[in-house]
């Protein structure tokens, strides 16, 4: 069920100068969070930023009742979001969105930039099926691949930088183990590389799911602005998404 809720700032890590991430501790218990849901942040005292910005789930501890959020600083909103300290109150619309599939034995997640968030969840999402993904994490440079230390021990680790200053230099699709075998891919990041990504998994025939970060407003299928159109018509990233199989979507078949 969707709620509402006030969270409080109980850890905050600043990743280099683009990049901050948060550890919110819920007052009751969390709802059922499933990988590859985002959450919609208020941003409060900011007179030009009406909106809530679309997060997605970084990672989460039903038990503990925590949720981590990785947010990169790109303008009014997030800059805002930069300021709170912990201890703060931040209020969250949360659980929005469909999540991964948790679909394959042999599993390759690519993430770019910012994309990188949702895929630490589902990184364990697997594991905790006894299922051990390669991950493949990419920037133009090293201090553009925020939080990495977080993926290691839950998979197979690489990484692609333009600059080469860390792991192989290039692009995710020209890294080595992208062209390795898998049975299923899960990528988010910018749409270029998505579109890359879903190319050639077509082309090997192998089942892609993408996560879409369209322009939101409402984030839960109300006001229209975020819909995409795919093979079953036009469906809103926010509540038929993010994750959709990129076969589907038509913007990525040209
Ligand atoms: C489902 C989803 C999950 C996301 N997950 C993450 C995440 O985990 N970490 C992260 O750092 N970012 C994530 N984003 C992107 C994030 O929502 C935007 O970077 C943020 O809204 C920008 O707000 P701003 O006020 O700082 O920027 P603005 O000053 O409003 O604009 C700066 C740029 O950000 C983009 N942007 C602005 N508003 C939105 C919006 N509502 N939706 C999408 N893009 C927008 C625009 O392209 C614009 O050029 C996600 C987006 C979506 C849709
Ligand atoms: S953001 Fe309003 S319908 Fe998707």
Same mark, same amino acid.
Request: net charge neutral; hydrophobic share 40%; aromatic share 6%.
């Given at each position: +069920? ?11 890590? =600043? ?29 409060? %005292?900011?007179? %030009? ?13 039903? =038990?503990?009742?925590? +949720? ?19 201890? %703060? ?39 905790? =099926? ?12 090293? =201090? ?18 333009? %600059? ?28 270029? +590389? ?23 407003? #409402? ?6 602005? #975020? ?8 469906? #809103?990233? #926010? ?16």
């Amino acid at each position: +069920m969707k709620k509402i809720v006030d969270f409080t700032i109980v850890a905050r890590r =600043q990743f280099g100068e683009h990049y901050f991430g948060w550890t919110l501790k819920s007052p009751e218990t969390l709802e059922p969070i499933k990988a590859g849901q985002f959450v919609e942040v208020e941003v409060r %005292d900011c007179n %030009d930023v009406m909106l809530r910005r679309p997060i997605s789930i970084h990672d989460f501890d039903l =038990q503990a009742g925590t +949720m981590d959020l990785l947010i990169q600083i790109v303008g009014k909103g997030t800059r805002k979001l930069a300021t709170l300290k912990e201890g %703060d109150k931040v209020n969250v619309i949360y659980p929005l969105g469909n999540g991964f599939a948790v679909s394959g034995k042999n599993p390759l997640l690519v993430g770019g930039g910012a994309g990188i968030a949702p895929l630490l969840g589902l990184a364990k999402a697997y594991k905790a =099926q006894g299922v051990n993904p390669t991950i493949l994490l990419g920037g133009r440079t090293e =201090q553009l691949i925020p939080a990495r230390e977080a993926f290691v021990g839950y998979s197979t680790l690489a990484f692609a930088t333009e %600059d080469g200053s860390l792991g192989e230099k290039g692009l995710v699709t020209q890294h080595t183990v992208f062209g390795q075998t898998y049975d299923h891919i899960a990528t988010c990041g910018p749409t270029p +590389m998505m579109k890359a990504v879903a190319k050639s998994a077509h082309e090997r025939n192998i089942p892609c799911e993408v996560s879409l970060e369209n322009m939101m407003a #409402c984030g839960v299928g109300a006001c229209l602005c #975020c819909v995409t159109d795919t093979d079953d018509g036009h469906k #809103c990233v #926010c509540k038929d998404g993010p994750v959709f199989n990129s076969e589907k979507i038509l913007s990525f078949k040209s």
